[in-house]
């Protein structure tokens, strides 16, 4: 009998991003933030992003440059209610991602502390 085929680690985080900006795209709050009519390239962006800070290829740095995630992040006023959604997005993500359980519990404990530190405004 046949498996269906695993996918590496980059294809699940790439998915993740596609999954978390699903999720995005049905909150009429946090959607009201992402410039784009289209949310293909901001997914595309956090997933090369993501593959690139979990040690695989540095397609991230080659066509965006530096993370800087912070100054990044600055145009777009971001309130604790703001990570509060964006986080629960991940979150519904995450668990339907097919990640193995450990590393699933290290990107969540990096995504919440990421997203504490990007909170902007008081
Ligand atoms: C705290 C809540 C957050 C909000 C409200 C938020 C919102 C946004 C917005 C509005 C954009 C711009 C998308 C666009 O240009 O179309 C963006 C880009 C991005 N965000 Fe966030 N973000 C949050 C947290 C995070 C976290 C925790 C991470 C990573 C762990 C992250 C990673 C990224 C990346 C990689 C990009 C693309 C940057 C680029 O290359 O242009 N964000 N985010």
Redesign the pocket.
Known sequence: MTQAPRLAPEELLMALADRFYAEVSADEV?RA????ED?T??AR??G???VQ?RGGPLT?FD???H?S?RA??V??P?TGG??D???RH?RTALDGSGIDDGERAKLWR???A??????NVP
Not at 114 to 119: K, Y
């Open positions: 946090l933030l992402y410039p784009d949310l390239d901001a962006h956090l090369w992003f993501l800070a991230y066509r965006r440059g993370p995630l990044r992040h145009p777009f971001i703001l990570r959604r964006w986080l991940m990096w995504f919440v990421s997203a504490d530190a990007l909170v």
